[in-house]
């Protein structure tokens, strides 16, 4: 399977700081989605990418896609307590073989 | 709710047991998978299944046996574990056509002695 790598592994921020996470391959991803997964629970959803360069946001998250496809962000502005939780990204290269990258866990200090 | 349930939340289980973990989804989708998610390690792919049909099997050892009778349900029949193969299983579900989300069931936290 594909190696889809996300730096860094763990963030701690102060309530109201920012929050990135970044996730990279060495190949060429045919789209990247998002998932939330909050501690002990399943991850969620959050977003799909898919044209080079794009850009979307929710709220107080931004969701940006590599120019050249190999690589993606997400961006939390003024974080909140209710963003603690693991990120994920993950790759479909071909029809329905998803690939989670290593995932990103941010804690939120109050 | 996400519309995928899995059974039991939690399986205590010895080396030489077998046991079974059953998925069920009620969002109509064509394509069903298995997760293993480790403390050390990202989500691993394990088994997708696609109309029924398996389309991927990621190297994963025999004594994980899956088995989708129809598209709404899938196992995982689990032999002789070790426990290094403690871990959530997570049972999803996609509509099964390129670039759909995936739906997460809560997850089976299996505990290996």
């Known amino acids: 399977g594909q190696q889809v790598m996300q730096i860094p592994q763990y963030q701690h921020v102060q309530e109201g700081e920012d929050f990135t996470t970044y996730c990279n391959s060495s190949?060429?991803?045919?789209?990247i989605q998002w998932y939330k997964q909050r501690p002990g629970g399943h991850p969620v959803f959050l977003i799909q990418?898919?044209?080079?360069?794009e850009v979307k946001k929710q709220k107080r998250l931004t969701f940006q896609f590599g120019e050249a496809k190999k690589n993606s962000s997400l961006h939390i502005t003024a974080t909140q307590t209710t963003d603690v939780g693991t990120y994920f990204c993950?790759?479909?290269?071909?029809?329905?073989?998803?690939?989670f990258g290593t995932g990103t866990s941010l804690t939120v200090i109050p | 709710e996400t519309g995928v349930t899995q059974t039991p939340r939690h399986l205590v289980m010895g080396m030489t047991n077998k046991k079974s973990l059953k998925c069920e989804q009620h969002?109509?989708?064509?394509?069903m998978y298995w997760y293993k998610q480790s403390a050390k390690k990202p989500l691993e792919l394990m088994f997708v299944?696609?109309?029924?049909?398996?389309?991927e099997n990621n190297s994963v050892p025999s004594r994980f046996s899956p088995e989708c009778p129809n598209s709404s349900h899938l196992f995982l029949h689990l032999h002789t574990l070790q426990p290094e193969d403690s871990a959530l299983y997570l049972c999803?579900?996609?509509?099964?056509?390129?670039?759909?989300?995936?739906?997460f069931g809560s997850g089976t936290q299996l505990s290996v002695l």
């Open positions: 999803a579900s996609s509509q099964g056509q390129w670039g759909e989300k995936l739906f």
């Open positions: 190949t060429t991803l045919s789209n």
């Open positions: 990418l898919v044209k080079s360069g």
């Open positions: 993950a790759d479909s290269n071909t029809g329905n073989q998803f690939y």
């Open positions: 969002l109509g989708h064509n394509a």
């Open positions: 299944y696609n109309f029924k049909e398996q389309t």
